[in-house]
């Protein structure tokens, strides 16, 4: 069964150095998300990616955060210059159709770590 | 804010037990979707309820999604150690189909 994969499973980075957390979505899927998941708190959505650009951002997802799909199958996550706050499990999810019920798949997550 | 509050918390039960967790909401969804979430692992989808009153079924898992599609319910029946872990429900409202997400249950089913 085809499944989103994530890369790296975890990465420690020190305060201010830039990182970028990949994810390989479903390969038919078209609608791309990344989610992030402080320790002990909620599932939060951070962006969702269609067509090549991000149609829906949240108020985390600032200046200092960027996403790519440079290949065709690849899509990124880059922080910039990470902070202690940013430290948390990120998840990509994927999904196939413009309909809304359609399932959201997603990754294993990528638990990052900021010294 | 869009919120979906979800309670309880936590539950910690004996098996054969039934529970029931109840994530509602004062905003309408156009679908929401239960997901179960192994410790350092993504959320894993159980089901998705789209229609006001639909209920679905799942062995021992019951899904309620309300009338007015702002409330869902979770049902397990004669619980076992097996469905220990965090139950997450999640709800979509718009055309970019972003997950909403509630705090989640963390439900401990004890032999």
């Known amino acids: 069964e085809p499944e989103v994969t994530q890369t790296p499973s975890h990465q420690v980075t020190q305060m201010g150095q830039e990182v970028i957390l990949r994810c390989v979505p479903i390969?038919?899927?078209?609608?791309f998300y990344w989610y992030r998941q402080i320790l002990g708190q909620k599932v939060e959505f951070l962006v969702s990616f269609y067509n090549n650009e991000i149609s829906e951002k949240s108020e985390i997802f600032d200046d200092q955060f960027s996403v790519e799909r440079p290949d065709g199958s690849n899509f990124t996550l880059k922080i910039r210059s990470t902070k202690l706050e940013d430290s948390a499990m990120y998840f990509c999810?994927?999904?196939?159709?413009?309909?809304?019920?359609?399932?959201?798949?997603f990754g294993p997550g990528t638990r990052l770590t900021v010294l | 804010t869009q919120l979906l509050e979800q309670s309880p918390q936590f539950l910690s039960i004996q098996e054969g037990e039934n529970l029931t967790v109840y994530c509602n909401s004062s905003s309408v969804f156009s679908s929401l979707q239960w997901y179960r979430q192994e410790p350092g692992e993504g959320p894993v989808l159980l089901v998705t309820v789209v229609t006001g009153g639909e209920v679905k079924k799942l062995k021992r898992l019951t899904f309620q999604f309300g009338d007015a599609r702002k409330d869902s319910s979770l049902h397990i029946t004669a619980a076992q150690p097996g469905d220990t872990g965090l139950y997450l429900c999640?709800?979509?409202?718009?055309?970019?189909?972003?997950?909403?997400f509630g705090q989640g249950t963390e439900l401990s089913v004890k032999p």
């Open positions: 390969s038919n899927h078209l609608y």
């Open positions: 999640a709800g979509v409202r718009n055309q970019g189909g972003k997950l909403i």
């Open positions: 999810a994927s999904r196939k159709d413009r309909v809304l019920t359609d399932t959201q798949y």
